[in-house]
């Protein structure tokens, strides 16, 4: 995954900006608001942003640096008429650190506050400033170490943002269901689990355990540090697996409204937001948990164990088809592209808020009251609807659904997802394809060419039924958790959830040449 730009660099704006946008100080010293980002001109600061070579800093330091608007987390000034600046400097690619600028107001002519608010709001532009957040912290998750990252990459950020932080360090599984289901949703804006996807999928089902479950998933956005082995949900909210950077775009991201699907099983219905797999890399997730030290890495080691095995899991799949064709579905995907995105969540949320005070007549509303929405197609226990397109498939090698692009950092299987399209990214292919060809598959992930690939079926569906056949036992994994291998059935509820986002849609790059589809 492309670790997103950041530009801290001495460029200033050549247009002159307007003298309100301007605080002079003594000695020469200037802090200007340009088109895209703060520019700060003073030689004592500017030595911090001196080029570096392998650590060491070289060249003479600068007489002005810029600090993106992005990268602004608060500006005040205090009581003792001080300008208080903090920023997150991008220490690496992979790194963002803490910085504070502190000027005496005592000699500075100028309208202070307006200057203050006009830098805080390009800062900030739609994303909500000073959210109030309950962080969860999974000490056990990935390879550990969410306890560290945390404390040294995340919290000097959000405090440095003025977010207000409740903070819980989980102590056994399943808590954070808990946590959630009895969470004052009034008193917080977001729940941020630092884990892996493990916890974001207890937070969502939390919330859809309450009585008021359609509620508290609109009103309680859910964002993610990176603290995991695969942290999908974090590639593609913040466009990193990095958690200082990861941290930046949580203070920085939208509220997005983000579809969740159903999953029944035997009697029970659990939400899902990321995927549900059967075969090879449901194997290769569940079944190399005893590798979970060497993080990522370990989905490669379980693939490389098993593509020679050329393992077969016979089924039988019904799907509700939405989009069937290749074409179409990259079409489709430019219209969603297309479509103005944070037009579209405010519209979406307009009806939503409207459904909840009562003002809709849609039959969902009526019947269920603010309980999870009511299943369309019943449950796994119900008749397959007549309308969906049933086939067995012997030499089935692996199925995906996806519901997010990215499912760990490198790993684009589902290039056309999109966080509202009310509908969820199906593939499949053979099994008993040579091992030649099931690496060139499975590397084409990491290129950009899966979704072409000759042997992918790649469909967007509404819902589906999945039947094991003739085997005793294997592995199902729902959103990275193992459960029993018995016929599952999953349905979407278009934006039920809602997630902060960096920029109001997944930071994946599509499937390619999707610009050019006809829409
Ligand atoms: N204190 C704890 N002790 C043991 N298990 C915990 C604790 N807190 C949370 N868990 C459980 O750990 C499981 C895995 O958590 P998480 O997703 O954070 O990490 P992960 O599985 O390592 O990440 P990834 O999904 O990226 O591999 C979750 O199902 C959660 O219920």
């Not at 801290?8 to 980002?37: I, N, W, Y």
């Not at 000027?103 to 100028?110: E, F, K, M, T």
């Not at 089935?396 to 290039?415: I, K």
């Not at 469909?459 to 029993?484: C, L, M, W």
Request: net charge negative.
């Amino acid at each position: 995954m492309a670790e997103p730009a950041f530009v801290d660099s001495a460029s200033v704006s050549v247009r002159e900006p307007p003298p309100d946008h301007v605080l002079l100080f003594p000695r020469g010293v200037s802090l200007t608001l340009t088109d895209d980002s703060l520019v700060v001109k003073d030689r004592t600061q500017a030595r911090c942003h001196r080029s570096k070579l392998c650590g060491i800093s070289v060249g003479n330091p600068p007489a002005e640096f810029s600090v993106p608007y992005y990268n602004v987390l608060w500006a005040e000034t205090t009581d003792n008429n001080t300008l208080t600046i903090d920023y997150a400097l991008a220490e690496s690619k992979k790194h963002f650190r803490v910085c504070t600028l502190t000027y005496s107001l005592d000699d500075c002519i100028a309208d202070v506050p307006t200057w203050t608010s006009t830098l805080t709001m390009r800062a900030y532009g739609q994303a909500d400033r000073r959210k109030r957040a309950k962080v969860l912290i999974n000490p056990y998750s990935g390879p550990g170490g969410a306890d560290k990252i945390w404390e040294h990459e995340v919290k000097p950020l959000f405090e440095a943002a003025r977010m207000s932080l409740d903070v819980v360090r989980t102590k056994f599984s399943g808590e954070a269901v808990g946590i959630c289901e009895n969470l004052d949703i009034d008193s917080y804006d977001v729940v941020i689990p630092c884990s892996g996807d493990g916890l974001p999928y207890e937070c969502i089902n939390g919330l859809g355990k309450r009585p008021d479950a359609r509620k508290a998933l609109r009103q309680i956005a859910i964002a993610h540090i990176p603290c995991g082995s695969g942290n999908a949900m974090s590639c593609n909210l913040n466009g990193s697996h990095r958690p200082s950077i990861a941290a930046l775009a949580i203070i920085k991201g939208v509220r997005t409204p983000f579809d969740l699907m159903s999953v029944t099983q035997g009697n029970t219905r659990t939400l899902s937001f990321l995927s549900q797999s059967v075969g090879i890399i449901a194997e290769c997730d569940l079944g190399t948990e005893h590798l979970r030290w060497l993080g990522a890495a370990r989905f490669h080691v379980g693939l490389a164990q098993r593509v020679f095995s050329k393992k077969l899991y016979p089924c039988d799949i019904s799907m509700k088809v939405e989009i069937p064709e290749k074409n179409d579905v990259k079409a489709h995907y430019k219209r969603e592209q297309a479509e103005n995105l944070y037009t579209i969540q405010r519209e979406k949320n307009t009806d939503w808020e409207a459904s909840l005070a009562g003002e809709s007549t849609s039959t969902e509303a009526t019947l269920t009251g603010d309980g999870l929405p009511p299943l369309k197609y019943g449950t796994i226990n119900d008749k397959v609807p007549d309308d969906w397109e049933s086939a067995s498939y012997d030499r089935l090698g692996n199925f995906y659904c996806g519901n997010m692009a990215w499912m760990a950092p490198d790993a684009n299987f589902f290039s056309a997802a999109c966080p509202n399209d009310g509908l969820m990214d199906v593939v499949f292919n053979d099994g008993d394809i040579s091992a030649a060809k099931y690496v060139e598959l499975l590397t084409s992930v990491e290129t950009g060419h899966f979704f072409d690939n000759p042997h992918v079926t790649y469909r967007k569906v509404s819902a589906y039924r999945f039947t094991p056949r003739n085997q005793e036992n294997g592995y199902i994994s729902i959103d990275g958790e193992h459960v029993p291998f018995e016929p599952f059935q999953v349905e979407i509820h278009q934006a039920l959830g809602t997630v902060l986002s960096r920029n109001g849609k997944y930071e994946a790059e599509g499937p390619l040449g999707w610009e050019k589809a006809s829409a």
